[in-house]
């Protein structure tokens, strides 16, 4: 099987890594800069590179998509006569309503675009950072749609296995976006306005401990990526930061009524919900 990675930033080389360790020698990678394409062909982790796909899509059984959410449907356009038949399309996105219904509207019915999700990345962009330990344990999510074909749909659900996701779940778009908010980009906002509300100048490096550590690494924020995803899944994201911000007003009036009870009871409360996660 010919596969050709689009965009080989911190995830599209970590798909082309995790391809090389599981057996796949025939990878080629797209990449409008041609740096990456030589640091990855360098690597071995494609046999070829090319800044557009005009001629290697024309023979690529599999194509895997790794760019950001408004690129996405300008490939798709501007390649829409280069796919092979019977090609199968695939991305890792991480919202998918904004894009989904204008691809379907352009798309050959001769190509499967199976919209997926790696619930794996870093903080860290670009190839120099891509490893396919990132996807080892991870989660995966498929939003199909009903012109998917099942035995397409288990390709990739066994590429995900193959390459080191420990489970793959099937849901809708809305619900992926939904669920998305809450356990990604909810996470990336808390983070940023945890370190942004520090005081400016201070020595904070000196005292911070596992929590504060591990609360802000995600911190680290492509700006470019995260602001299409929170834009792109806003209605979601704002919801999500809502009931935050209602849980967040519980634990302050509590601290401030002296309200040791009330404390205790959503520090028990939050104990066991974790657990069960």
Same mark, same amino acid.
């Given at each position: 099987?010919?596969?050709?990675?689009? %965009?080989?930033?911190?995830?599209?080389?970590?798909?082309?890594? !995790?391809?090389?360790?599981?057996?796949?020698?025939?990878?080629? $990678?797209?990449?409008?800069?041609?740096?990456?394409?030589?640091? !990855? &062909?360098?690597?071995? =982790? #494609?046999?070829? %590179?090319?800044?557009? $796909?005009?001629? /290697?899509?024309?023979?690529?059984?599999?194509?895997?998509?790794? #760019?950001?959410?408004?690129?996405?449907?300008?490939?798709?356009?501007?390649?829409?006569?280069?796919?092979?038949?019977?090609?199968?399309?695939?991305?890792?996105?991480?919202?998918?309503?904004?894009?989904?219904?204008? #691809? /379907?509207?352009?798309?050959?019915?001769?190509?499967?675009?199976?919209? %997926?999700?790696?619930?794996?990345?870093?903080? &860290?962009?670009? /190839?120099?950072?891509?490893?396919?330990?990132?996807?080892?344990?991870?989660?995966?999510?498929?939003?199909?749609?009903?012109?998917?074909?099942? +035995?397409?749909?288990?390709?990739?659900?066994?590429?995900?296995?193959?390459? $080191?996701?420990?489970?793959?779940?099937? #849901?809708?778009?809305?619900?992926?976006?939904?669920?998305? $908010?809450?356990?990604?980009?909810?996470?990336?906002?808390?983070?940023?306005?945890?370190?942004?509300?520090?005081?400016?100048?201070?020595?904070? %490096?000196?005292?911070?401990?596992?929590?504060?550590?591990?609360?802000?690494?995600?911190?680290?924020?492509?700006?470019?990526?995260?602001? +299409?995803?929170?834009?792109?899944? &806003? +209605?979601?994201?704002?919801?999500?930061?809502?009931?935050?911000?209602?849980?967040?007003?519980? =634990?302050?009036?509590?601290?401030?009524? +002296?309200?040791?009870?009330?404390?205790?009871?959503?520090?028990?409360?939050?104990?066991?919900?974790?657990?069960?996660?």
């Amino acid at each position: 099987m010919r596969v050709v990675v689009v %965009g080989l930033g911190v995830i599209g080389g970590s798909f082309a890594m !995790a391809l090389k360790e599981c057996g796949y020698e025939d990878v080629y $990678g797209i990449d409008v800069d041609r740096e990456t394409l030589i640091k !990855a &062909k360098n690597l071995q =982790l #494609i046999k070829d %590179g090319f800044v557009d $796909g005009k001629e /290697i899509l024309k023979t690529a059984d599999l194509v895997v998509i790794s #760019i950001y959410p408004k690129l996405v449907k300008q490939f798709i356009i501007s390649n829409i006569d280069n796919f092979k038949d019977g090609a199968i399309i695939t991305d890792a996105t991480g919202i998918k309503k904004m894009f989904i219904q204008d #691809i /379907i509207d352009v798309l050959p019915e001769n190509i499967d675009f199976i919209f %997926g999700h790696p619930m794996a990345g870093r903080e &860290k962009k670009g /190839i120099d950072f891509a490893t396919n330990d990132v996807f080892k344990g991870a989660n995966y999510i498929l939003t199909p749609i009903k012109r998917n074909k099942e +035995e397409n749909l288990k390709l990739i659900e066994s590429l995900a296995y193959k390459i $080191g996701f420990k489970r793959v779940k099937r #849901i809708t778009p809305e619900y992926h976006d939904e669920m998305i $908010g809450f356990t990604s980009q909810l996470p990336h906002a808390l983070a940023v306005a945890l370190i942004n509300s520090d005081i400016e100048g201070r020595d904070t %490096g000196s005292f911070i401990g596992d929590s504060y550590r591990d609360l802000t690494r995600i911190a680290n924020i492509n700006e470019n990526l995260w602001s +299409e995803l929170f834009l792109g899944n &806003k +209605e979601n994201l704002l919801k999500c930061i809502e009931s935050f911000e209602i849980e967040l007003d519980k =634990l302050k009036d509590a601290i401030r009524d +002296e309200d040791k009870e009330s404390l205790k009871k959503l520090f028990i409360k939050s104990t066991k919900r974790r657990e069960k996660l």
